[in-house]
Each structure stands twice: as structure tokens, then as C-alpha cells.
């Protein structure tokens, strides 16, 4: 993913609904999404699309009077950055210190620990050498 600028609360919103539905969706399918929870006005969410195209989060293509709307970056990568952003603006970069704000209020419980260990364990097993093919005539 190109470095993309944090989106705003709206654009984010925007992307939301985007990202839950299959590709292409229209702005008139974004607009009936959005608009009973923010009362957007139509205008508004087609603003809201056309700074998330220029700013390069969405393709748009024009099908008869409609125009349509799919993903240039996915939830996924745009979330791993703005985390790692995250991460390294408030907590130099640090795991731990990002451990030790998110439990500051109390101990993590055993799930929360269960999960941790979990990720620790992945995270080991991919890091380590793989012998499957050994060529010490085992």
C-alpha cells in the first residue's frame, strides 16, 4: 500500500460500508447504508467518495447514470499501517509499552492472556527454521 494520509472520522465511516459489502457497490447502495445511523444528505456522501477517490482508497467507474465504488486498499492493510503508526508515534514503537497502556487499568484477564499467548506461540513456530528437509542423512 502507498502511504496513504489517516482518513477522518466520515471518510473512515465511508470505508466501512465499502469494505462490508462485495465490490462495486454504488453510491446510492453507500448513501442507503449510511444514512439511517448519520443522516448524511446525499451531496455529502458523494463528497465524502470523490476526496476517497482522489486520495486514492477508491476506483469509481461510471455505469449509465450510476457510478460505482471498490476498494484500492483494503481494511486490512490500511488498518496494519495505521496501527504500526499507532505504535510507533505514541509508544515509540515499543510492544511493551503499548501492553502496559492498554492494561494500565488492570491486570488482562485469562482470555485476553490465552490470546497473547497464542499470538506469541504463531509468532515463534513462523520465525523459526523450518527443518523439513534435513540434509544431515537423518
Given at each position: ?7 477522518p ?30 443522516k ?8 465524502l467518495?470523490?476526496?476517497?477517490v ?22 486490512e ?41 497464542q499470538w ?8 523459526s527454521?523450518?527443518?523439513t ?6
Open positions: 500500500m502507498s502511504k496513504h494520509s489517516n482518513l472520522d466520515a471518510e473512515f465511516d465511508v470505508m466501512e460500508i465499502v469494505w462490508s459489502q462485495e465490490p462495486p457497490i454504488s453510491s446510492v447502495q453507500i448513501f442507503n447504508l449510511a444514512s439511517p445511523e448519520k448524511w444528505k446525499p451531496q455529502t456522501v458523494l463528497t467518495l470523490t476526496r476517497l482522489s486520495r486514492g482508497f477508491l476506483h469509481t467507474e461510471k455505469k449509465g447514470k450510476e457510478r460505482f465504488y471498490s476498494p484500492i486498499v483494503t481494511r492493510a490500511y488498518l496494519n499501517r495505521e496501527t504500526g503508526d499507532f505504535v510507533k508515534r505514541f509508544h515509540r514503537n515499543s510492544l511493551m509499552g503499548l501492553m502496559n497502556a492498554l492494561f494500565s487499568g488492570g491486570k488482562p484477564n485469562k482470555n485476553d492472556l490465552d490470546e497473547i499467548e506469541l506461540e504463531t509468532t515463534r513456530n513462523a520465525d527454521p523450518r527443518n528437509n534435513s540434509t544431515n542423512g537423518e
